[in-house]
């Protein structure tokens, strides 16, 4: 789960993560209060999912609360696009309006599992402020890194080495050591799997700050943290995603125009590539489960079909634990019930198949029965382009 740069910041104060002053505003009016309190200079930010902001026109200097209120209201309700956005963009519901700082230096600093030593890891970069990809592409050696083991945790000795890597001296030294370990707590306490702070700021005078900041969490170790549970905005991700999540089904939304429900994520990949194969294009990779109850195909059946994109659906499962004729009986009760009007492509193997394709066959509804993958794919393919 992803949550927005002013809630990143409310989790990290907590864990003693020195951050600018700020507050959120939803009103051009808010705004301009706001930078009375904390101004009379404040930056005032676009809060969305996504980053890049800053460049997109989403992050913009304010020299007064006057200016305050007139950029806000700017911001406020435009549709904001980053290359993280993608060409749609985000539409502008909140802004955060900081306290302007003087920039001396800007440093990256970001925590993940890496997947490769089963470990977290902390990157730290002198080169902050900018994308950190296009400095991991072009000069690596600017990465330094240091891998947490799980059971000793992140060590203080660790945290010097940083802070040297990015060459602070003095008190800014002292600063981000505690400034490190306080963000390696929140991110190991709160189960984060991202924890990143770019720019990590050192200003003129010497202070070291979260100017930035970005955590997504493990969605399975959500229900240990109800405080940031909370937090999730569905106005950021997609609806129909969103709504299969509601259900426990593994739902990504595609580009392509043929609808599919299958048991087991390995299976569902296997359908959308003989799909392509065939010269069509998935819309969506949908993986109902194992057990494919009757509710689970009905959910699952009406989030394929509000997708308008979806000219036909391939149902392709496989009976190993579940039963093929209680899953017939499932797609028959579910498409009554919603009245689809889509071509459907039926793809069932495996115990009970001739009982399950019995029942598809004398409901009297138009399925479109395959017996291999291969057959189903070539079936709904130009189902799909009519
Ligand atoms: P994004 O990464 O989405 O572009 P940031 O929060 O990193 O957004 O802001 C972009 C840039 O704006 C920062 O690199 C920094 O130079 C500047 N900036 C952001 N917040 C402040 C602030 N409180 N004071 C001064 N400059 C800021
Ligand atoms: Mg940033």
Redesign the pocket.
């Known amino acids: 789960m992803k949550i927005h740069e002013f809630q990143a910041k409310h989790i990290l104060s907590k864990f003693g993560v020195p951050i600018p002053r700020s507050e959120v505003a939803e009103t051009p009016a808010r705004a301009r209060e706001i930078a009375e309190e904390i101004g009379p200079r404040v930056v005032v930010k676009a809060q969305i999912h996504a980053?890049g902001r800053?460049k997109g026109g989403g992050v913009k200097l304010a020299g007064s609360p006057e200016e305050a209120e007139k950029l806000a209201g700017e911001i406020l309700g435009m549709t904001l696009v980053t290359h993280q956005t993608g060409p749609e963009g985000k539409l502008v519901k909140l802004v955060l309006v900081e306290e302007a700082l003087d920039i001396d230096r800007e440093l990256y600093i970001g925590i993940v599992i890496d997947r490769a030593t089963e470990a977290p890891v902390i990157m730290a970069s002198s080169q902050g402020g900018m994308e950190i990809e296009k400095v991991a592409a072009e000069t690596p050696e600017l990465i330094f890194k240091e891998f947490i083991h799980p059971a000793t945790g992140f060590g203080a000795y660790q945290a010097r080495k940083l802070a040297f890597k990015l060459e602070l001296k003095g008190d800014s030294f002292k600063q981000a050591v505690k400034f490190l370990m306080a963000l390696y707590k929140a991110f190991e306490d709160s189960d984060a799997s991202l924890a990143e702070i770019?720019?990590l700021l050192v200003t003129k005078q010497g202070d070291v700050l979260a100017l930035?900041a970005k955590m997504n969490f493990d969605d399975n170790a959500l229900k240990r943290h109800p405080d940031i549970a909370e937090m999730r905005d569905l106005d950021e991700e997609d609806p129909l995603e969103a709504e299969a999540s509601k259900f426990d089904l593994n739902y990504i939304k595609l580009d392509g125009s043929v609808g599919c429900m299958v048991n087991g994520a390995g299976l569902a990949m296997a359908t959308m590539d003989i799909i392509m194969h065939s010269g069509g294009m998935p819309a969506n990779f949908l993986d109902v489960g194992g057990g494919v109850s009757e509710e689970a195909v009905k959910n699952a059946f009406k989030i394929l079909v509000s997708d308008q994109d979806v000219k036909a659906a391939l149902i392709n499962i496989f009976g190993g634990i579940v039963r093929c004729d209680l899953v017939a009986n499932g797609i028959v009760k579910a498409a009554k019930e919603l009245e689809l009007d889509i071509p459907i492509v039926v793809r069932l193997e495996g115990t009970n198949v001739e009982q399950g394709k019995q029942i598809l066959e004398n409901s009297g509804m138009a399925f479109h029965a395959a017996s291999s993958m291969k057959e189903a794919a070539e079936k709904v393919v130009p189902l799909a382009s009519q």
């Open positions: 980053g800053g770019n720019p930035d």
